[in-house]
């Protein structure tokens, strides 16, 4: 199985300054075939689904605002918040579905400071 | 609206069975594969199954095999799971969730609540 690991577990961000999160797969999610890494990224807020963010490991979901942005390839991925909003608070998940059983993160809650 | 809307969910004893249902609305339900996903508040996310668009194949967590049973009618625009056996561990939301056509999941379920107690 591959293990997803995140870091931080939580961190506290000051309105409009920058969080960044970040995940690491114990192998790599890259695919030769079409050069994509199988790696999302999610919100999830209190008594919500999560909701997809990124995908690809660096592709927009339509929708999602632009100050959220993923990057990374093969085994360490950043998710990064470049200006927090309120709105924002939330816990945030990294995802491969390269191959099964598909893994999440432990998940890194974002607070404001 | 496309969405999906879970059911099912209860409070059962150890050792009971619940069977789940995902109910699709607002885009071709036939055409997509589909997953159940649970929720601990302190084990976080974990798939549980998958079934392809047809159905012929499923998959599930090794942990689950023999005891879960993912199925779905495309008829009834329905996505099922059948869980036996159940445990105090397998309390937890149940979500389904729809794979694009990039692999990711693209949409989910508000999820249903699992208790196992006595």
């Known amino acids: 199985d591959i293990v997803m690991t995140q870091s931080p577990d939580s961190l506290a961000v000051s309105l409009g300054e920058r969080a960044t999160i970040n995940c690491k797969s114990s192998q790599s999610v890259l695919h030769s075939s079409n050069n994509k890494n199988y790696l999302a990224w999610f919100q999830q807020k209190p008594g919500q689904p999560p909701k997809l963010l990124i995908y690809?490991?660096?592709t927009r979901e339509s929708g999602v605002p632009d100050r959220f942005s993923g990057s990374g390839s093969g085994t360490d991925f950043t998710l990064t918040i470049s200006t927090l909003q309120t709105e924002d608070v939330a816990v945030y998940y990294c995802q491969q579905y390269d191959s099964a059983p598909l893994t999440f993160g432990g998940g890194t809650k974002v607070e404001i400071k | 609206e496309v969405q999906l809307v879970e059911s099912g969910g209860g409070l059962v004893q150890p050792g009971g069975s619940l069977r789940l249902s995902c109910a699709a609305s607002?885009?071709?339900?036939?055409?997509?594969?589909m997953h159940w996903v649970r929720q601990t508040p302190g084990k976080g996310l974990m798939w549980v199954s998958r079934v392809t668009n047809s159905g012929s194949s499923t998959i599930y967590a090794d942990s689950l095999r023999g005891r879960f049973t993912i199925s779905r009618d495309n008829a009834k625009n329905t996505l099922y799971l059948q869980m036996n056996s159940l445990r105090a561990e397998d309390t937890a939301v149940y979500y389904c969730?729809?794979?694009?056509?990039?692999?990711?999941?693209?949409?989910w379920g508000r999820g249903t609540l699992v208790t196992v107690s006595s």
């Open positions: 607002g885009f071709t339900f036939s055409s997509y594969w």
């Open positions: 690809w490991a660096s």
């Open positions: 969730a729809r794979v694009s056509p990039h692999w990711h999941f693209d949409l």
